[in-house]
């Protein structure tokens, strides 16, 4: 048995209480069998952390069973073949997988896909702005908020993955307005000197209703939610007519311990025939043809930008995650092995 | 000048805070003018009340703007045209017009409506299940909430003019079953033993979420919200993957001077991918066509009812009006003269 197959992978142990912490989580190291007939040995180069972990890390039933305790945690990963039972895979090759939070996973040959590495693109790409997160942004503000030419959009969490590239996407789909709120006044100048947005501000400090009433006078047609909590009260209350929420997260509320308060102003969703509508982006995966050939194009000709923030080592992935939770990251937030 | 020409009318005379009362509204009475060239004067012979009016009684903006204090209220009438100019009308005819809340009216010949007197139903059915609440019921359930056969339905506010007839139009179109609330045991036995519903529950005495989860264990996929807050709530909380809500009402929260909450539990919405849909039924004027032809049907051969609880004389439209929003009414509520 080789070194490669030595796994170091970070397990949850206890189910966090409000905002997770070191105690959560454990690192063990794990030996790997050679790969068998239909399988491949796998060294990650990159691990995504991403919001919706959290929830998983709740023993609630939902979308996606939860995180077991005792186990090797999972998640988007992008490694290199070291050793392969597979006929079309060979070593050096990249593929990306769900089996992160792991410096090495044995994969099924259905569980490893493969890609090409993009010229001037870091393959760490594949995890955000051409990945979930990516296609998360495109499905969500075309399909599910029905974005049309025109419209006024606003996003949270418009530093993060998904947040940032729904405002390009407004952008170069011919918004009127595009507007992002972010936690920072360094992640606002880069929102609107970097990006492209007409305007953003920063949410902390202040009641967020009428600084979006101030970079909206007019109103927004599509709210994209990665926020919840009041993020989503004062997007109702800037709503026009027909408006269009697509709720994709609720980050404010991921740690809460205490049940939320909704949004006290619903009300206002009959008289302006406002559409509120949740997704996760597993049922939207037919729009990715579509989200590679534009979400690539732009990325290629330079018109959207992306930006990761990258944290080195597996044992460190937990910090990456918590860290996440906490806006510490612009742009995806990246663990690098 | 004729004792036809004098209208007696309902003004509104102060804004309610909370429950509306006596005091908020005035008896006057009114000279109408003989009807000019293009006019028809018109006796009114049953008037609506609606919980909407609730809403334009508050000095806020909205999808209309609001009654204005020391003039005559207006909503949905039917009346018998008294004296014409107009070609198309003579004496006699039946005419639906929107200057209720008085004993006569003066109309332009584009504010008036005329109508066939149907063998077997009161005219009065133009105000109800014909009518307004009618199409209301039918576009919100088939439209705005896409309900198909087979969904599993609930419906609150459900003995109400537009609940009773959402719950039936869903048993007509293959509901796997239907669920309504209402605020009394005889309603509740109404809804079952006349209506067809499946299920009904009286949601006054304890939590509605309970006994939501007894009326439809295997949860719902459609959700009619005529009365918003604890049901709205508890009607999320019940619902499937992709399940859909139409917002319709919030009679719940029309006479509350705080703020009300909010579904606590409208995170939910992301994981289990649902619409929530706010609707007013001018937009779906659309379906009429299709509406009279089907719910026409029905009520010919019998297979949609429809009750009325009516009020006598135009002094007690404003009891009316007050017992309408406390429930006091099994299906339409309305006043004839």
Known sequence: MTSASLSREIQLVARPQGAPKDSDFALVERELAAPGAGQVLVRNLFLTVDPYMRGRMNDVKSYTPPFALGE??????????????????????????????????????????????????????????????GLTAYAGLLDVAAFKEG???????????????????????????VVGSAG???????????????????????????????????????????VGGE?????????????????????????????????????LAIGRQLTLRGFIVGSYTRHYPDFV????????????KYEETVVDGIEQAPQAFMGLLEGRNTGKMIVRL
């Open 72 to 133: 090797t945690m999972t998640g988007g990963a992008l490694g290199e073949v070291l050793a392969s039972g597979v006929d079309a895979l060979k070593p050096g090759d990249l593929v990306q997988h769900d089996l992160g939070w792991r410096t090495h996973a044995l994969l099924d040959e259905r569980q490893a896909r493969r890609v090409e590495p993009l010229p001037g693109v870091s393959p760490s790409a594949y995890l955000g702005v051409l990945g979930m997160p």
């Open 151 to 177: 419209d006024a959009v606003f996003v949270s969490g418009a530093a993060g993955a998904v947040g940032s590239a729904v405002g390009q996407i407004a952008r170069l789909k011919g918004a009127s307005r």
């Open 184 to 226: 920072s006044d360094e992640k606002v100048a880069w929102l609107t000197g970097e990006l492209g947005f007409d305007t953003a501000f920063n949410y902390k400090g202040g009641p967020v209703a009428p600084k979006l009433r101030s970079a909206a006078p007019d109103g927004i047609d599509v709210y994209f939610d990665n």
């Open 231 to 267: 993020h989503l009260e004062a997007a109702i209350g800037a709503m026009k007519p027909f408006g269009r929420a697509a709720l994709c997260g609720a980050i404010s509320v991921y740690n809460a311990t205490e049940v939320p308060t909704g949004p006290r102003n619903l009300g």
């Open 293 to 304: 050939r534009e979400v690539g194009g732009w990325i290629a000709s330079g018109e959207l």
